[in-house]
């Protein structure tokens, strides 16, 4: 299945990924000494929006959960960045416990299932026996379970002593979340100072925040953007962050309407500069939400105090049934790529500081303004010519390695933003 | 070009391959540990023979020459592996010297022009600025050579001051040695303590000795077979030595002849263990050669003296009129391997500590017997879905990823015995 592309690329992205191309031993080199400082994440995976004028990091995700969904051709990819992080976190690793989302056993979710079987055959290549414990109290003994393409895996009871947590007869050097921990720290997991969290607790969505992401992102854009010579808008979207929202009771409104129009101004501004005739609009997003929940797109701050009572109970919660009170107000890029006859966005998926493949998410029923991680998306694999060297002589924006090595830089800007966003909101780093 | 293979496994190689993959996570935590005691060479190349009934390298390459020879797709293999080697040695690198055979510039060898093309983007895109210096004192003004395959690159003369090596306007972090320096170590390369030659002088064939190399594989062969409790012989051809051979003069001929005759007995004992049927043989080789010279196949001892005086002069001398004066009397090891009509036999490439990918030689003049590095050999390269994720459930034999991870396993074992090669043979360490 090899997707059909439609990318619309005007001047400026063209532009961009010719001077991302030519720069490539300089971007590398650049990325090379950033990851000398800071420590990625585990794992990621960044959704991305290609305007045509501008390439943008929308949201980035520390419990990638879309494996299966990536080309199995790629797959030696991500097992060879695999070894590459086990090597430097814990080299004699033997055993590794792997802690899936809760809903991991519901019938309808039983895709998840096929990323973590999928997650299970790459960390066994790089060397691991892999176990499924569940974030189950209720779970007595193991489960199992069938994934829709037909494998089976077994999600176990925990086993927690005072320094360890294991299964039955199991204990991990290193333990994977693949849990995004939206519902809080669980106790299981406090205090375990002999095993490697990957990623830390703080990663979860019950400590995370987006704003903190995109205020490193800020960051790091406006460095590479100079090492490059271009405006950083190119590659980031603004923001603005807002809390003490309360959608149910109206409250926070007038603040949040304020932060609206700032930020519509600022994007204005830029549309006028680079002579681009779209209206701006921006998205309004749970601060730490997930799972596309929480998300609502306005064109002009009026519109805030417009949401009718459907749309503010929509906002209130977000997955899990947490009540959201901070959001980030995001400008909104538009996507201009199509698999089809559907709007698409790039979803670039790495491990370690290593890009192992990507894929699109596809939504036949939205418009390219859309947030497009809602039901009905379907995902669509980055064939892995895609992940190809680049062709510096190709014609500017013809060769698909060309633009995924573009997707490939910006996704891991975010990745690098992220990892200094975990520095930052490290509590014991706090502590010291 | 998808390469239709044909591999009669016989039980054994069926056995083994099941149990290196059921085994894989201990294997790669093996290997793993592995690299922590001893370093990899930069890149490597190794070729194997699949008897069938046995799976053996029998030769490996520490000056990799067919990088165009493997398939696209495996690129970003290669870019990721170079990326975490290029990190361990030298984290700030910015340029690359790569120095090329010499005969880089000759017409005939257009072919190996697209090897150092290759190789180029590979580095490039791991974050390196790529220039080619000539071993050459002849040449005074960079030289435009251009590729069977269009692409033109330029080499050019060395630039030496007392510390460093360079060429004008270009002061490489690390030089990247793709000559095998089979005529010696020239002064230019000498003393060069601020930056890095990969791989080491010492690995040149002008010092390197095949039977320094498998006495070291010898040990590997030996602790792998104890973890996996299979017989080392699986995997490890018999060989031995034997020095001050002048096929001209016919000096050493009797003790030629009494090695070959201990080999050919150790096998044929193997042989009846096994109940294989075939007809043992040696393979006498330069103990420094390359390039397939120098190499002859007997079958008993009486042989060796009955060389004719034509066969005696090709073993005489080896690349680059070298004087042959050391031997290694290998176990014949038959390829039942074949790319359509044409026997092959798989090598293996790899940078780092990473298999990369791999290609077929293959040659329609040669019987499965026979040395197939020899004028009329073709190269197939081995297609990406070979390196897939090893499927554990396959049947047996039947799914080529499974047998292309076998043989990824058994290259990077000769990959661990030309590290500890050269940590044995490193002269500055014996100065020590």
């Known amino acids: 299945?090899?997707?059909?592309?439609?990318?619309?690329?005007?001047?400026?992205?063209?532009?961009?990924?010719?001077?991302?191309?030519?720069?490539?031993?300089?971007?590398?080199?650049?990325?090379?000494?950033?990851?000398?400082?800071?420590?990625?994440?585990?794992?990621?995976?960044?959704?991305?929006?290609?305007?045509?004028?501008?390439?943008?990091?929308?949201?980035?995700?520390?419990?990638?959960?879309?494996?299966?969904?990536?080309?199995?051709?790629?797959?030696?990819?991500?097992?060879?960045?695999?070894?590459?992080?086990?090597?430097?976190?814990?080299?004699?690793?033997?055993?590794?416990?792997?802690i899936p989302e809760r809903h991991a056993g519901a019938g309808r979710q039983s895709f998840y299932l096929e990323n973590m079987v999928r997650l299970a055959a790459i960390m066994r290549q790089a060397g691991l026996n892999v176990r499924f414990g569940a974030l189950d109290d209720e779970l007595r003994e193991p489960l199992s379970l069938t994934a829709a393409d037909g494998q089976k895996i077994v999600i176990e009871p925990l086993e927690r002593s005072q320094r360890r947590l294991g299964l039955k007869n199991f204990d991990p050097c290193?333990?994977?979340?693949?849990?995004?921990?939206?519902?809080?720290?669980?106790?299981?997991?406090?205090?375990?100072?002999?095993?490697?969290?990957?990623?830390?607790?703080?990663?979860?969505?019950?400590?995370?925040?987006?704003?903190?992401?995109?205020?490193?992102?800020?960051?790091?854009?406006?460095?590479?953007?100079?090492?490059?010579?271009i405006d950083p808008w190119m590659i980031n979207p603004y923001h603005a962050s807002v809390s003490g929202v309360y959608f149910e009771t109206r409250e926070g409104e007038a603040q949040l309407a304020e932060s609206v129009d700032a930020v519509l101004r600022k994007i204005a501004r830029?549309?006028?500069?680079?002579?681009?005739?779209?209206?701006?609009?921006?998205?309004?997003?749970?601060?730490?939400?997930?799972?596309g929940m929480g998300v609502t797109i306005v064109r002009d701050a009026s519109e805030v105090a417009g949401l009718n009572r459907r749309e503010r109970s929509r906002m209130a919660v977000g997955k899990d049934g947490v009540e959201i009170r901070n959001v980030i107000v995001q400008e909104g890029v538009q996507t201009f790529e199509h698999v089809e006859d559907a709007v698409a966005e790039p979803v670039v998926y790495m491990i370690d500081r290593y890009v192992v493949g990507g894929f699109y998410r596809v939504h036949g029923a939205r418009t390219n303004e859309d947030n497009l991680n809602a039901p009905g998306m379907k995902f669509v694999p980055l064939p892995f010519e895609h992940a190809a060297?680049?062709?510096?002589?190709?014609?500017?924006?013809?060769?698909?390695?060309?633009?995924?090595?573009?997707?490939?830089?910006?996704?891991?800007?975010?990745l690098l933003a992220a990892s200094i966003e975990l520095e930052k909101t490290d509590p014991e780093a706090i502590q010291v």
């Not at 959704?47 to 943008?56: I, P």
Request: charged fraction near 20%; aromatic fraction near 10%.
């Open 174 to 229: 290193s333990i994977l979340l693949n849990n995004d921990l939206s519902l809080g720290t669980p106790q299981v997991l406090e205090d375990l100072h002999e095993q490697y969290l990957l990623p830390p607790l703080h990663a979860g969505w019950s400590t995370r925040r987006k704003s903190n992401h995109f205020n490193c992102y800020d960051d790091v854009a406006k460095r590479f953007s100079k090492m490059l010579d």
């Open 389 to 414: 060297l680049p062709d510096v002589h190709a014609k500017p924006g013809a060769a698909p390695p060309n633009r995924f090595y573009l997707y490939g830089v910006v996704a891991r800007l975010a």
């Open 270 to 291: 830029k549309y006028r500069e680079y002579g681009i005739e779209d209206a701006p609009y921006v998205v309004i997003k749970s601060d730490s939400g997930t799972y």
């Open 1 to 98: 299945m090899v997707p059909h592309l439609v990318t619309a690329l005007d001047g400026p992205l063209l532009d961009l990924e010719q001077r991302v191309l030519e720069a490539t031993p300089a971007i590398e080199r650049w990325l090379r000494l950033e990851w000398m400082e800071h420590t990625p994440p585990f794992y990621c995976g960044v959704d991305l929006r290609n305007a045509g004028f501008k390439l943008a990091p929308v949201d980035t995700n520390l419990f990638p959960s879309g494996f299966n969904h990536l080309a199995p051709d790629v797959m030696p990819l991500a097992v060879q960045a695999a070894m590459a992080a086990i090597e430097k976190i814990c080299p004699d690793a033997k055993n590794l416990l792997v």
